[in-house]
């Protein structure tokens, strides 16, 4: 639902099943994985992780954390030989588009146009989704035996372009606001004083 309309309880639920959950389950895990020295560490994310758009702000919200938290976990457990890896994927054939699965609030009149659109891709791609989760399942296992782990992995050919448009537009943001951004330092620091 839209940003405004989604409640506190929705919010919470969702950061619970994407974030604290994952959250618990690696800190449970940790203390075998550091004694035998290695191990990678699968997140579930989703482009959704990366990007967002109306309508998705509270799933988004909770994959954004996920990334963020997985990141750091990244550099803390690399030291011990223990791999992090991010999985973004597109949409893909399972039951996450079912009607019986999808979860809208209630549109208001304020928002009803907005979400209109987001709202039917979303009901109307069960069944056709671009993605093969076999093959996904394959690419994760094949990557968790490799010598290489990438921190994200987007699956899909949607994910890709997707994260890819995303991250050009960024770039092309943090370019046409460097001056300005830069403005805020003060002049007589080096950047060597920075602790990372």
């Known amino acids: 639902g839209a940003a405004e309309e989604v409640t506190d309880a929705q919010l919470r639920d969702l950061m619970d099943l994407h974030l604290f959950g994952p959250a618990a389950l690696v800190r449970s895990a940790l203390p075998v ?14 482009q959704g992780g990366r990007m967002s758009f109306p309508g998705v702000s509270t799933y988004s919200a909770s994959k954004f954390a996920l ?30 588009n079912a009607a019986d699965v999808l979860d ?3 549109a208001s009149s304020t928002y009803r146009d907005v979400l209109a659109a987001v709202r039917a891709d979303m009901a109307g791609a069960d069944g056709k989704q671009e993605g093969d989760p076999v093959a996904a399942a394959q690419i994760i296992v094949s990557m968790v035996r490799a010598d290489d782990v990438p921190l994200r992995l987007p699956l899909g050919a949607e994910a890709v372009e997707r994260l890819t448009a995303t991250y050009q537009r960024g770039l092309d943001e943090v370019g046409r606001w460097a001056e300005l951004a830069r403005s805020a330092d003060f002049a007589d620091v080096s950047a060597s004083a920075r602790p990372i």
Do not use: C, K, N
């Open 33 to 46: 994985m550091r004694a035998q020295g290695s191990g990678t560490i699968v997140q579930m994310s989703s």
């Open 67 to 96: 990334e963020g938290w997985s990141e750091a976990l990244a550099g803390e457990v690399a030291p011990f030989g223990i791999r992090v890896m991010l999985v973004e994927p597109s949409r893909f054939r399972t039951a996450f």
């Open 104 to 106: 809208f609030t209630d």
